[in-house]
């Protein structure tokens, strides 16, 4: 078992397997080892097999990592749950995953227990803290569990849903082999091999831990037997300072992360020792060029990309040195061949933006909607999940945009995220969204919305200031014509924004 926790408790018990950042809790690799054990037992007494899924609404806590572990396992599947969602979203999830056990914490047993009576799925429901409104403390139920219960353990694997950021949310299906134990998935080579996560790897662990890239980065790093620090909320201050304590090596962002940590003040920005750092990766949303640069500045050439999504179906790297010789690419392929195809399916040449399709990766299906998978293969095989970009003539990969959110304007395509780019920069600048909107004309025109820094005043001479600082840097055609102000985006705490639940304020078209 070389990649799977159990060997590292058993050669070095008192390893910290994580440590959790606010509280400082030490969770070691005995620990983790020992209680993923006993909850992995304590499901499997309640009659949950192998390819059973269950499903955890929590928030970055000891416990998350613990019940991951115990799914993996036994090769159950195992489902995370934004904690943003409301009850009715989780009831659809469970329902649609046919979780048969839910995991949750006091924050969240409201909605946990709103959304478990609202479906027969869950019947097993457990919380780390009191019990109450029928959840069953897990660790007092774990004292309960025969000592003759022996769990067939076999790899499982993550079931995530999609971020619905167009929609609903749906479930990515991925094969479930039923390995031995310390058969690593594939992710956790390409992560080992393409940045050398190793054991001696300290990693940063920022976002949520029940997004795609948290959950896979923090269980590969166990399997290779280094330390993760669990952030419980990003904070870009507090991120610093964790690096320079812990001496951290390894670090997964977003790029509204590298924004917020720019906008320090140079005094708080300068005043840590970050020369642990060996590889800061980003990926989860575009990264405005301009805010690459200044990272790459700031850290040296230690920052990475990468392009993939929960499908997994493509997977596109690239290190400093080749971003600043192909400056807003997002790598070339080392899972699966890119193609872009026009709206025929015919293949574009290099610099022509079209649809993103990946010829021989990973294959994937949709769970419970068939239609949506067929949508995502083309005849000759490939899959997509609907985003747009082009090739360079080296085989670069560029992004524009997803299909969902690019801009028709009298028959003009308009790609938002070139004025998103500009605004974000601003230092009066937050946040920004640009999408269409309807308009009675020209089918739809350029509008943004935006979050101010904090201290900044939203008023017409804001706008106007905004509006001219886009005309300066972009075709006038590309830039809003009006913008608009919110006090928080509705962002996705891994970066990606619903754009849907700002376009459904302008339902109504617009008039000249």
Known sequence: MVDFPDAHAAADPDRPAYIMADSGTVVTYRELVDDSRDIAKLLWSRGLRHGDCVAVLMENSASFPKIAWAAQRIGLRYV??????????????????????????????????????????????????????????????????????????????????????????????????????????????????????DRDSVYLSPAPLYHAAPLRFTMTVHRYGGTVIVMERFDPERALELVERYRVTHTQMVPTMFIRMLKLPDEQRTGYDVSSLQVVIHAAAPCPPDTKRAMIDWFGPIVHEYYSSTENSLFTALDSHEWLAHPGSVGRAILGVPHILDE????????????????????????????????????????????????????????????????????VNIYPRESEDVLVVHPKVADAAVFGIPHDELGEVVHAVVQTAPGVIADEGLEEELLAFCREKLSAFKCPRRIDFVDEMPRHATGKLYKRLLRDRYAQPAVS
């Open 80 to 197: 995370t749950l934004s904690t943003r969602l409301l009850p009715d979203e989780v009831a659809y999830i469970l329902r649609d995953s046919g979780a048969r056990a839910l995991f949750t914490s006091a924050r969240h047993l409201g909605t946990a227990a709103d959304a478990a009576d609202a479906t027969p799925a869950a019947e097993h429901r457990f919380v780390v803290d009191e019990p109450g409104r029928g959840f069953e403390n897990l660790w007092q139920e774990i004292d309960s569990v025969p000592d003759e219960v022996s769990p067939e353990e076999r790899e499982g694997v993550d079931l995530l849903y999609s971020s619905g950021t167009t929609g609903r949310p749906k479930g990515v299906v991925a094969e479930l082999p039923l390995h031995p134990l310390g058969t690593p998935p594939g992710v956790a080579g390409l992560l080992h091999n393409q940045w050398g996560i």
């Open 344 to 411: 025929s399916g015919d293949e574009l040449p290099p610099g022509e933006s079209g649809t993103i399709w990946s010829e021989g990766g990973l294959l994937f299906e949709y769970l419970n909607d068939p239609v949506k998978t067929t949508e995502s293969r083309n005849e000759r095989g490939w899959t997509t999940v609907g985003d747009l970009g082009y090739l360079d003539k080296d085989g670069f990969l560029y992004l524009s945009d997803r299909r969902a959110d690019l801009i028709l304007s009298g028959g």
